[in-house]
């Protein structure tokens, strides 16, 4: 049996990832949305032939579970009502703004033992789990690099403001989530560069292993690159993890959202997972922002 889930967002990301997959995902019935902007969740659901709630708590009151796709901030303010309502949830990803709503909402979802699950893309992907299963335990692992470039954050680009304004200081969550995949969980992690441009992180993991992360938003680029390069006495092993993201990379996501909502199973990537990496990358934008360059005043 399909499992209904209603959807909350109606931002680019929903029109054109969310809401056709979950359109398409045979094991699910896309039930409805709901969005603070009701003009925008009302064209959104016409276009999938779903309801377009007036009220969050109707919708809360109509499905088997939640899917995600708004801010970070209102992530972490609206999802952990769903969690306490005992409704599986489908996240994006970060999960919150900051570490502190990140925990709070890791803290619901246990509370109200329900399945979580975290939208990291690019651990969907066909590719990619065969570069994590076969091809990088062939090396074996040593240490690795990883570049993601972009260019969403360029002047003039058509990115939404809260990604804007909130965006300079992820610092690629998938990223590190692909690195701490290969290497073993970061540890700790220290930071270099402008929040505005560049920056270069080095993760340290919990297996001894070493990693090197430059990512920029800036960038002048045809396309996302994620590459990632891992290293070890057996060789190298390599793959742009954006370039193998497709339609079928968020079927998979689905797919496996609702065998773990109809069996009560956890997800590997539940939000756990989603609150590690928030603390990794909190704790890489805390290092960045005490480095920042202290104005001198002129003759000193």
């Known amino acids: 049996m399909a499992i209904k889930v209603d959807f909350v967002g109606a931002g680019r990301r929903a029109r ?51 899917d995600f796709a708004v801010p970070p901030a209102v992530q972490a303010e609206l999802a952990p009502s769903v969690a306490l309502r005992h409704k ?28 979580s699950q975290v939208a990291l893309t690019w651990r969907y992907a066909v590719a990619v789990r065969r570069f994590l299963n076969l091809q990088v335990p062939k090396t074996p692992p040593q240490g690795g690099i990883d570049k ?7 002047a003039g680009s058509a990115t939404a403001t809260w990604r804007l304004e909130r965006g300079k200081r992820m610092l690629g969550p998938r990223l590190i ?7 073993g969980p970061v540890a700790d992690v220290l930071a270099h560069g402008d929040l505005d441009g560049w920056v270069g992180l080095a993760p340290e993991h919990e297996r001894g292993r070493f990693s090197d992360a430059p990512l920029s938003g800036t960038v002048d680029v ?7 390069e891992i290293f070890g006495p057996g060789g190298a092993a390599a793959i742009d993890c954006a370039g193998v993201v497709g339609r079928e990379t968020y079927e998979a996501m689905y797919s496996e959202f609702a065998a773990c909502v109809a069996e ?37």
Not at 105 to 113: E, K, P, Q, T, Y
Not at 271 to 293: E, M, S, Y
Request: hydrophobic letters at 45%; charged letters at 20%.
């Open 16 to 66: 054109n990832l969310h809401a056709p997959s979950l359109s398409r995902c045979p094991e699910i019935t896309f039930g409805g949305v709901w969005s603070r902007s009701p003009k925008i969740a009302t064209e959104l659901a016409a276009a999938h032939g779903v309801i377009a709630f007036n009220r969050y708590e109707d919708l809360l009151n109509t499905c088997d579970a939640i």
């Open 88 to 115: 599986p949830l489908l996240l994006e990803i970060p999960i919150a703004a900051d570490v502190a709503g990140a925990e709070e909402l890791a803290s619901a979802v246990a509370s109200g033992a329900v399945v």
């Open 148 to 154: 993601l470039m972009f260019s969403a954050f360029a």
């Open 177 to 183: 989530d692909m690195l701490d995949a290969a290497l």
């Open 222 to 228: 045809e396309r996302d690159r994620g590459d990632i």
């Open 264 to 300: 009560g199973v956890p997800h590997e990537m539940d939000v756990r997972r989603g609150l590690h990496r928030q603390r990794v990358v909190g704790a890489a934008a805390t290092d960045l922002l005490r480095k920042q360059p202290i104005t001198v005043s002129p003759g000193r």
